[in-house]
């Protein structure tokens, strides 16, 4: 069943992360922008649900040629996020919190996305992502194998999303109020398994960020004063501690 499991999860991924690349590059604009509508080349992006849903390629034919493929690497979003759910699902085992973990890995590895790509969460993605995880994981805290707490979760988002919230008000230009909503999120996540994993997962995505800010700067590709996206660092902080946490409770 353990293995089941995995595959079912990889495959999860996998499926939901072809479809990833081509709502990056529509979310991939700066803020007070409206969404993306075209391809780079200008073309239209047409397809189900408005355009939203399906691969990121335009079949337009300039010169005799397809317009061709945008956006990050479909193979590789798509080979990633089928590793998260999987890591999540060995970890995690036949818990109902593993669940949502899996389900909710995509709009995760979409935010990573878009913050690598222009610096921005939008609204539209982390403030939903965050009342979905702080419900689901309240329908598993009623399910039976249910390993975590669902009150410390709720607690851990507004603590997490607290911490976030003054570290943006006491320096504002070293991260942005996205970050701050995408924590609120997290917090939700670690809280599930206790303070001892919020904390973990919180430094570790600090951490992370840090060292890759200093080895640009030891590369020269970035100042002390230069910005970098945090999101994709808490995201994986967050990973870290999920897997942290899954395993210490089975």
């Given at each position: 069943?353990?293995?089941?499991?995995i595959v079912v999860a990889a495959l999860w991924g996998a499926g939901a992360g072809l479809a990833l690349?081509?709502?990056?590059?529509?979310?991939?604009?700066?803020?007070?922008?409206?969404?993306?509508?075209?391809?780079?080349?200008?073309?239209?992006?047409?397809?189900?649900?408005?355009?939203?849903?399906?691969?990121?390629?335009?079949?337009?034919?300039?010169?005799?040629?397809?317009?061709?493929?945008?956006?990050?690497?479909t193979l590789t979003v798509s080979t990633v996020t089928a590793l998260v759910c999987a890591a999540l699902?060995?970890?995690?085992?036949?818990?109902?919190?593993?669940?949502?973990?899996?389900?909710?890995?995509?709009?995760?590895?979409?935010?990573?996305?878009?913050?690598?790509?222009?610096?921005?969460?939008?609204?539209?993605?982390?403030?939903?992502?965050?009342?979905?995880?702080?419900?689901?994981?309240?329908?598993?805290?009623?399910?039976?194998?249910?390993?975590?707490?669902?009150?410390?979760?709720?607690?851990?988002?507004?603590?997490?999303?607290?911490?976030?919230?003054?570290?943006?008000?006491?320096?504002?230009?070293?991260?942005?109020?996205?970050?701050?909503?995408?924590?609120?999120?997290?917090?939700?996540?670690?809280?599930?398994?206790?303070?001892?994993?919020?904390?973990?997962?919180?430094?570790?995505?600090?951490?992370?960020?840090?060292?890759?800010?200093?080895?640009?700067?030891?590369?020269?590709?970035?100042?002390?004063?230069?910005?970098?996206?945090?999101?994709?660092?808490?995201?994986?902080?967050?990973?870290?501690?999920?897997?942290?946490?899954?395993?210490?409770?089975?």
């Open positions: 069943m353990g293995v089941l499991l690349p081509r709502a990056a590059h529509r979310f991939s604009v700066e803020a007070g922008e409206p969404w993306s509508a075209n391809c780079p080349a200008g073309h239209p992006i047409t397809g189900a649900y408005g355009g939203w849903v399906g691969r990121a390629s335009c079949a337009t034919v300039e010169r005799a040629r397809p317009c061709g493929t945008y956006g990050p690497s699902a060995a970890a995690g085992g036949l818990h109902p919190e593993t669940a949502v973990w899996v389900l909710l890995t995509p709009v995760a590895v979409l935010l990573t996305l878009v913050d690598h790509r222009v610096h921005r969460l939008p609204d539209v993605l982390t403030l939903p992502l965050a009342a979905a995880i702080a419900a689901l994981l309240g329908v598993a805290a009623l399910l039976p194998g249910g390993s975590g707490s669902w009150p410390t979760s709720l607690l851990g988002g507004l603590a997490l999303g607290g911490a976030y919230l003054v570290l943006f008000l006491v320096n504002p230009s070293g991260m942005g109020f996205g970050d701050v909503k995408l924590a609120l999120a997290l917090g939700a996540a670690l809280g599930w398994y206790g303070w001892g994993i919020l904390l973990t997962g919180a430094f570790m995505g600090l951490l992370y960020g840090a060292v890759y800010g200093l080895g640009l700067v030891v590369l020269r590709r970035a100042g002390r004063k230069s910005t970098i996206p945090l999101g994709p660092f808490m995201t994986g902080g967050a990973f870290t501690g999920l897997l942290l946490g899954a395993f210490a409770v089975r």
